[in-house]
């Protein structure tokens, strides 16, 4: 057996790597590492090894244990590159501390050192906030530091980079800004928006629509793409669309490839989602599905991730369902996918959950399957009240309503109407209101004329459900009641 001696926690970590991130540290220390051609061979030898063996290393690796301290810090800032977006900015802002606590303990030139591999870093991955407080704490140590002509460059490049930061933090927030505020008005008006009436609801929409492409820096042009394949959506122009969307995922396709820490896995897969959306909008629904099957097959190390890719696989596909009116496989879809998904694995607080167990009770209730609906209903209670909206509850209770008085049940619709009247943890809109007093208005002695005046109610409602769509319910009413 091969003698172990010191730590072995560097070839417990190389241990735990995947092939791909094993690939990614060894181009990252290539490009950031002072010590680059001995850590990647370091890397290798402790990499081949099945068992930790100190004293082998020793004899072909001088300064072994400054070495594997520098490979155990380089391991650490390649997998920051890797991570999801919020533990890698996470981790930036780490390093913003450290270099802050190495200066104020007098260590300018290792403080410097590492300032500047994080910014190198930071702009290389784009994430501008960090950079720009990086730059500022490069200031603050140079005007400590520095000679004075060593300052007065500093001061030149920080102006430089700053301004270079500022505009693309400008661009990002106003795409940003485009896109968030097309989405709420898209919920709002489910019908669609003329181009005219868009852009007076959102005037920036002007600089979106007639900025010209020069951005150098990959999250802007993301973020531009994305808000102009948003417009032209809501518009309908769906062709145009899905060619931007397109050229979005080229382009997110060569950054992957060329490992370039800008772009993440989840955003391609997130523009992929979009691009079913579009498909699906236009009646597309054979490429619909084959974006969706192929979504479905990236791989995420994030297990968080890797959960919600399953669940809008199958959010996905029930909408596909509902669009082709496949009712009957979409309702055996929804029972396999649920149970694919394990709801008591801790994902019950997922709105895309909720959405699904949504359709699982649209497609029952259309196919009449009552004894299965109700059951369905009571596991929603849980799932919606978890969702973290809260919304979802109140659209939950006004479709047990509607489907009590569908499957006959006029005397319990009514006394559930009466209580939901009087319960002030749940948060009716005054229209809803109005539907459920309708209800409890509803009698048996004339049940064909209470239902017009549930249509007729439901028709003139500006506030549409937030998960079902209040139209949608009148439908299958009125599907069911023919």
């Known amino acids: 057996m091969a003698k172990k001696s010191g730590s072995d926690e560097i070839f417990q970590l190389i241990h735990s790597l995947s092939t791909e991130e094993k690939g990614y540290f060894k181009k990252f220390a290539k490009r950031y590492s002072e010590n680059g051609g001995q850590l990647p061979q370091l890397f290798d030898a402790i990499n081949l090894q099945t068992e930790y063996d100190e004293e082998k290393l020793k004899d072909s690796f001088a300064s072994l244990a400054v070495l594997k301290a520098q490979l155990f810090d380089q391991i650490l800032d390649s997998l920051l590159l890797v991570s999801n977006d919020a533990d890698y900015e996470d981790g930036l802002w780490k390093k913003f501390k450290t270099i802050s606590v190495l200066h104020q303990r007098g260590l300018t030139l290792r403080a410097l050192r590492i300032n500047s591999k994080v910014l190198a870093i930071a702009l290389q991955s784009e994430v501008f906030p960090v950079y720009e407080r990086l730059l500022k704490q490069r200031f603050n140590i140079a005007k400590q530091s520095f000679t004075p002509d060593e300052y007065l460059k500093e001061i030149n490049d920080l102006h430089a980079n700053l301004k270079v930061t500022y505009t693309a933090l400008e661009k990002i927030n106003l795409y940003y800004f485009c896109f968030g505020s097309m989405h709420a008005l898209e919920t ?151 149970k694919e998904i394990n709801i008591e694995s801790g994902t019950k607080k997922s709105p895309a959950l909720a959405s699904i167990l949504a359709f699982k009770l649209l497609f029952e209730w259309i196919n009449g399957n009552f004894k299965q609906l109700f059951k369905t209903l009571t596991l929603a209670d849980d ?19 509607l489907v009590h008085l569908d499957a006959g049940n006029i005397t319990i619709a009514k006394r559930n109407a009466k209580k939901l009247i009087g319960d002030k943890s749940i948060s009716f809109s005054k229209d809803e209101k109005k539907l459920i007093r309708v209800i409890i208005g509803c009698t048996k002695s004339n049940q064909l004329e209470s239902y017009r005046k549930i249509h007729h109610t439901i028709a003139e409602t500006k506030s549409p459900f937030k998960l079902f769509n209040i139209a949608l319910l009148n439908d299958i009413l009125q599907l069911r009641n023919r």
């Not at 919304?391 to 479709?399: N, T, W």
């Open 188 to 338: 709002q008006f489910k019908t669609g928006l003329s181009k005219a009436k868009l852009i007076a609801q959102i005037p920036e929409l002007k600089l979106l629509l007639t900025e010209k492409e020069e951005d150098s820096f990959f999250i802007v042009k993301r973020n531009r793409l994305n808000a102009l394949a948003k417009f032209h959506y809501i518009i309908g122009e769906h062709q145009t669309a899905q060619k931007l969307l397109h050229e979005l995922l080229e382009m997110e396709q060569k950054l992957m490839a060329k490992n370039n820490p800008a772009q993440r896995k989840e955003s391609y897969y997130y523009t992929l989602n979009g691009l079913i959306y579009n498909y699906y909008s236009s009646n597309n629904f054979k490429e619909a599905l084959k974006v969706n099957e192929y979504a479905r097959s990236l791989k995420f190390e994030n297990k968080e991730l890797e959960s919600e890719r399953d669940i809008f696989y199958c959010y996905n596909k029930l909408i596909l369902f509902f669009e082709m009116k496949d009712y009957k496989a979409g309702e055996l879809f929804a029972s396999s996918g649920l």
């Open 383 to 401: 799932v919606f009240f978890n969702s973290g909206k809260p919304a979802f509850v109140s659209d939950l209770e006004l479709m047990r309503l």
